[in-house]
């Protein structure tokens, strides 16, 4: 994992970039009136796939920006926003984003473990957001906001643990990574008009001055890994 971030740029440039552009707008402020769907769904298949999947969840900030650049890896079958690790059952948007309901923004992939590894998820992990902030990317600050890898078996556990300690000690990033390892309980779909955002609403000013450039560099460092 470290030689693999390290051959991508000293002390993650490319994040660097990417937080720098984050700044210019909050996820938060962007929200849309359309109503809710199908939110509660603890477990995200897709019946089309006949061959074996595991499932990751991550949080690096707004789920947006985290969707879009997931579902362009070869070997992911969904990234599909939503709400984890708060205490709140069926949370709505607005209610998560008082920061007041435990949950964090994530997106849950189901992906394919033959073409994709979750050391390679983790590796997209690490490299697209700030893992030193504590719960905040950019403008968007709160705990929703939150660095966070909810694990779902104990390999998980250790692979997360395990690279963000490497991480920390190669000194990879100019301050310490604060992203929070917990296990995984449950997976609540955000919002119907949240799913696709950035395939969606490709010409809103969110989506073209904060997510593409994060897109359009994550295509130049990870090109091998990319769906064609």
Request: net charge positive; aromatic share 12%; with cysteine.
């Amino acid at each position: 994992m470290i030689h693999l971030l390290k051959q991508h740029g000293v002390k993650l440039v490319f994040t660097g970039v990417l937080v720098t552009m984050a700044t210019l707008f909050s996820c938060a402020q962007k929200q849309n009136a359309k109503k809710n769907i199908n939110k509660d769904m603890t477990t995200n298949t897709n019946g089309s796939v006949n061959t074996p999947t595991d499932t990751a969840t991550f949080g690096t900030g707004c789920f947006w920006c985290t969707e879009a650049i997931f579902q362009q890896l070869d070997g992911v079958y969904s990234a599909t926003s939503g709400y984890s690790g708060g205490h709140v059952n069926n949370p709505s948007y607005k209610e998560v984003c008082t920061g007041t309901t435990g949950h964090a923004e994530v997106i849950q992939v189901v992906y394919d473990p033959k073409k994709i590894t979750f050391d390679e998820l983790l590796e997209v992990f690490w490299q697209t957001h700030d893992p030193t902030t504590l719960n905040r990317q950019g403008n968007d600050v709160g705990p929703q906001y939150r660095s966070v890898v909810f694990y779902h078996n104990n390999e998980q556990k250790e692979k997360a643990e395990k690279y963000k300690g490497e991480l920390d000690k190669s000194g990879a990033f100019n301050n310490p990574i604060v992203t929070e390892i917990s296990p995984f309980s449950k997976f609540y779909v955000a919002e119907n008009y949240h799913q696709d955002y950035y395939n969606q609403n490709g010409s809103q000013p969110y989506c073209n001055i904060v997510i593409r450039p994060k897109v359009e560099k994550f295509k130049k460092v990870f090109k091998d890994k990319l769906k064609h």
